[in-house]
């Protein structure tokens, strides 16, 4: 099956600063979501991105379908950014979301 | 966007018992999935609760161990059997084909089991 990687595993950012977080798989693709699990456990869905850029207020992603890989960028971050970040591709083939590893970002004040 | 909601939110279990997990859609959806996610670790897929017949199970889960149900299609049922201290976890009912994008997933609150 396919095999979702998340980059880096680990971040810790001082409040206001900017990162990346890459998300990489190993397959084709038909859609791809970015979830945001906060420290109480609940998972957000931050976007719904099969390709190109979409931006959310400080959040934005892209995905690269063709090259097999997405971004997800969050600038002036905040203490509340802090908590787990995934990202799962969807393949239609087998109709299921798959998770990648996910990225523990915590924001420090 | 789907409202999910679990039952019970969390549980303390003893060993070799056995804990019934629900999870109730507000509108009728496409599919119903249960995920584990074990302590600091990703989400796991359990399998898909197919709407009245038997669950696909992932590679790794048996319907034994983690029997599920889904009577409707607003409403599914994980049972985590003969329990041991390594199906401590949260469980997540997860769906897909509510609301205006019929391909995105969203997930309930999680049910948190402990075992002892």
């Known amino acids: 099956g396919i095999q979702v990687e998340q980059s880096p595993p680990d971040l810790i950012l001082q409040e206001g600063a900017n990162s990346t977080l890459r998300c990489n798989f190993s397959d084709s693709v038909n859609n791809l979501q970015w979830f945001h699990q906060n420290p109480w456990g609940q998972l957000i869905n931050l976007f719904y991105i099969p390709s190109g850029t979409k931006q959310n207020g400080r959040l934005s992603a892209t995905t690269v379908a063709t090259e097999r890989y997405s971004l997800l960028y969050i600038s002036s971050s905040q203490t509340t950014d802090s908590g787990v970040y995934f990202c799962?591709?969807?393949?239609?083939?087998?109709?299921?979301?798959?998770f990648g590893t996910g990225t523990r970002l915590k924001v420090l004040a | 966007s789907a409202v999910i909601s679990q039952k019970p939110s969390r549980d303390i279990c003893q060993r070799g018992t056995s804990l019934t997990i629900q999870c109730q859609v507000d509108s009728q959806v496409t599919m119903m999935f249960w995920y584990r996610q074990q302590p600091g670790q990703s989400l796991t897929l359990i399998a898909t609760a197919n709407q009245g017949s038997e669950a696909t199970y992932e590679s790794g889960f048996v319907i034994d161990k983690f029997p599920i149900s889904r009577p409707n299609l607003t409403f599914s049922t994980l049972t985590v059997s003969n329990m041991s201290p390594e199906d401590s976890s949260i469980y997540l009912c997860s769906v897909i084909g509510a609301g205006v994008r019929p391909d995105t997933q969203y997930f309930g609150p999680g049910t948190r089991l402990t075992v002892l």
């Open positions: 799962a591709p969807f393949t239609s083939g087998t109709y299921k979301y798959i």
